[in-house]
T-cell receptor, first 116, second 117 residues
Framework: AQTVTQSQPEMSVQEAETVTLSCTYDTSESDYYLFWYKQPPSRQMILVIR??????QNATENRFSVNFQKAAKSFSLKISDSQLGDAAMYFC?????????????FGKGTKLTVNP | GAVVSQHPSWVICKSGTSVKIECRSL??????MFWYRQFPKQSLMLMAT?????????EQGVEKDKFLINHASLTLSTLTVTSAHPEDSSFYICSATRQGGQNTEAFFGQGTRLTVV
């Protein structure tokens, strides 16, 4: 079974600074997808960024980028120029690519605090 | 973007009663919907996978007779918590994946906070 590990229960960053959230996963599959979701206090799950395992290039979405190391099974999220609105729970998630209805496997989450 | 609507956003019910939570995909057809439970300061725990027109697949440890799931159409799945007890109080979230193609994104409802008194 696939597992996702987020080793940082909490992280903090100064506004405008950069922070990196860690995520590792375990799988025997060769093709899969990885995601970072943000859950603000409203508890609405928001997709931040996704990465297809077959792509070597790291995904980037504005201030958010990932460092995907397939051999190491590592998928970290870097938030640049942190803003107060980035404060939230961040969940790393894995999804197999066998079909269109594979379930997401979530890590335990990292609570990010942004200090003004 | 695709929208998933979950209703109600919050509900308070008496112990022993049943509560139904709806999850609707508003602008796409959802082959599969997922139901999660989230305790305070914890991650999402998958309860079951709901496929249109067939029985739901429950995760280990989830009581299928207590958490009834119905996915009668491509846009609606319901979760009914039967004979609710205070320990069933939690935050329940649904998500849906779009029918057709190799869609990789799950769209989430806004969640339902259930309080059983």
């Amino acid at each position: 079974a696939q597992t996702v590990t987020q080793s940082q229960p909490e992280m903090s960053v100064q506004e405008a600074e950069t922070v990196t959230l860690s995520c590792t996963y375990d799988t025997s599959e060769s093709d899969y997808y990885l995601f970072w979701y943000k859950q603000p206090p409203s508890r609405q799950m928001i997709l931040v960024i996704r990465q297809e395992a077959y792509k070597q290039q790291n995904a980037t979405e504005n201030r958010f980028s990932v460092n995907f190391q397939k051999a190491a099974k590592s998928f970290s999220l870097k938030i640049s120029d942190s803003q107060l609105g980035d404060a939230a729970m961040y969940f790393c998630a894995y999804r197999g690519a066998q079909g269109g209805s594979e379930k997401l496997v979530f890590g335990k989450g990292t609570k990010l605090t942004v200090n003004p | 973007g695709a929208v998933v609507s979950q209703h109600p956003s919050w509900v308070i019910c008496k112990s022993g009663t049943s509560v139904k939570i709806e999850c609707r995909s508003l602008d796409f057809q959802a082959t599969t919907m997922f139901w999660y439970r989230q305790f305070p300061k914890q991650s999402l725990m998958l309860m079951a996978t709901s496929n249109e027109g067939s029985k739901a697949t429950y995760e280990q440890g989830v009581e299928k007779d207590k958490f009834l799931i119905n996915h009668a159409s491509l846009t609606l799945s319901t979760l009914t918590v039967t004979s609710a007890h205070p320990e069933d109080s939690s935050f329940y979230i649904c998500s849906a994946t779009r029918q057709g193609g190799q869609n990789t994104e799950a769209f989430f409802g806004q969640g339902t906070r259930l309080t059983v008194v």
